[in-house]
């Protein structure tokens, strides 16, 4: 049996990648193949939506991309079975759009591929009425569960949802994806870090240099997901040997610590 995300995530720090399902110029063996060689300890994989309330716009350009060629939601959850045997891979939906497409079946479909963990930004924010229900139908199909949280959370929330024993926590750094990171990060991170105790920290949104990765883990995040800034590599051209470079930038980054 396959380690547990949640066991990897308390071992080392993690470098997670976000890639979106059915973009073509992400959703390709060479560009997981150099993602994994660089140092990718897991996968956060995103279904393309046109319900994208937090990605920013680098991201959304990936769902637009996957979505005009023809891999709408439905879709892009099937070829999630192209993705067994990769690291850890994390699938990241709405869960607004997770309802629309019937959430039994992606849950049963997600596990099904072999997905570790699905991660809904929108739980907490927008239907913080259904977190047992989440935790729940995690239990029914064998998947680990996490939350997304914002700096902006009552304290007291997120020591509960520490007490939840998530696979993780996901703090998101700003508003959206791919926005510069304010002054105050490295406080944040602190902040949370003393709430949640022992459960891994992952951090993102807004991720793009070594030396960001370098202050978040110096503030105690225990990984660190980085998004846009890999499509962005994409959008320039695939090459492997940038790709692989980047990665391994950001992971020599974030085990070397100050």
């Not at 079946?105 to 699905?118: E, F, H, N, R, T």
């Not at 924010?125 to 995690?138: R, T």
């Amino acid at each position: 049996m396959s380690e547990k995300l949640s066991e990897t995530l308390r071992c080392r720090k993690a470098l997670v990648t976000f890639l979106t399902v059915g973009d073509p110029l992400a959703w390709d063996g060479q560009v997981m193949d150099a993602l994994a060689s660089g140092g990718v300890d897991a996968f956060e994989l995103g279904i393309p939506t046109r319900l994208a309330k937090y990605d920013g716009p680098t991201i959304r350009a990936s769902y637009r991309r996957a979505l005009g060629s023809g891999v709408d939601e439905r879709c892009a959850v099937s070829l999630l079975q192209e993705v067994k045997g990769l690291a850890h891979p994390i699938l990241f939906t709405y869960y607004e759009a997770a309802l629309s497409y019937g959430l039994e079946d992606l849950m049963g479909s997600a596990a099904k591929a072999g997905i570790k963990c699905v991660l809904f930004p929108d739980l907490l924010i927008d239907y913080p009425e259904s977190l047992e229900e989440y935790i729940k139908i995690c239990e029914k199909y064998n998947l680990e569960h996490a939350f997304f949280i914002t700096s902006c959370f009552p304290h007291r929330l997120i020591v509960k949802l520490a007490n939840l024993e998530p696979s993780f926590i996901y703090l998101g750094l700003m508003a959206s994806t791919g926005i510069l990171l304010p002054v105050a990060i490295n406080r944040n991170i602190r902040i949370i870090k003393s709430l949640v105790g022992e459960t891994p920290l992952l951090v993102g949104f807004a991720l793009s240099s070594p030396q960001q990765v370098r202050l978040c883990v110096n503030a105690g995040a225990d990984g660190v997901v980085v998004g846009s800034a890999i499509l962005k590599l994409l959008e320039e051209g695939f090459r492997k040997s940038n790709l692989k470079n980047f990665v391994a930038g950001l992971k020599e980054a974030l085990l070397g610590g100050s």
